[in-house]
């Protein structure tokens, strides 16, 4: 019941200093916590590979579609992980490419572990504005005078990680640095930027009946611009996408086959200043020989629900032990 009551006590704190969101989305974000959270890299104590591919409202031409693609371990120094973690996220005419490298330390606390992790990558965006389909067929606006840009973006980011066997509770910062996407001054008020994000995440593991039948609650909140008030830069002091947040409702069954319902909204929906956004199914089967696959599915609940089919995450994954090359069980988190 602690645990229980510490979880939402998190989920209150974070949510009510949280402002907006802008990165790409997961389902199944649990299984893909390195692309948010550098301090992730070797948490499971055994190298771990995962794949996941997500294609946002299905049926819309340009919608998002996401691959990702993650590798993280300890290393024989038992207090160090290393991870690599890469993405590429297209929107309609927009495209970033992205590669990460973690670095994580681990320090014994408690019942637990805390790790603190850093990375540092390079995230490629470019876009092509003559894809963009308009009234007249010609693009006039300023903003969209550089007609393929791309830019290569060097950057940072950092972590806290803390978990047990039965509880973890992190906090991430994938880039640190703010990126303006203009080449030069144009006399407009809107343009591409690249916002801080920030990220929490916390959940349980709660057995009902051993490791026959397990429990496990969590949740991820997702910001952009909890501390954009204080740049220096006004184009970087306001954000438009709401605070976002998956509650995600799970239960394992003898270590195997994984089955879970979540709910995605936002902070500002229950002012009636945004919508809800999603409820979503989700599986997962491991298999003896340590593979792993996955699928998700999410049933829209905005105005996209008519012309979207949905979205969809398909993934695939592998764990091994590092130490004795033999598989072992999946860990809860």
Partial sequence: MRKIITLLSFCLLFGSYSYGQQDAMFTKYMFNALTYNPAYAGAKDHMAVGLLH????????????????TIHTPMKNERVGIGLNAINDKIGPTNTLG??????Y????GKGKLSVG????????????NKLST???????DAYAETEPNYWLPNFGAGLYYYTDKFYVGVGVPHLIEYDLRKEEINTSLWAKQYRHYYFSTGVAIPLKGDMLVFKPSILVKNTGLLSGLSKDEAFQETGAPTEFDVDLSLLFYQTLWIGTSFRSAIEAFNDTSSFDSVDIWASYYLANGLRIGAAYDY???KLQGPAQGSFEVMLGYEFNYKTKQLVTPRYF
């Fill in 99 to 104: 590669a990460n490298i973690s670095y994580a």
């Fill in 118 to 129: 850093i990375q540092g990558g390079v995230i490629n965006w470019r876009a092509d504005w």
């Fill in 106 to 109: 681990r320090i014994p606390m």
């Fill in 54 to 69: 997500r294609t946002q409202w299905w049926g819309i031409n340009g919608a998002p579609t996401t691959q990702t693609f």
């Fill in 300 to 302: 829209t609940l905005t």
């Fill in 135 to 141: 009234q007249d067929g010609v693009i006039v606006d």
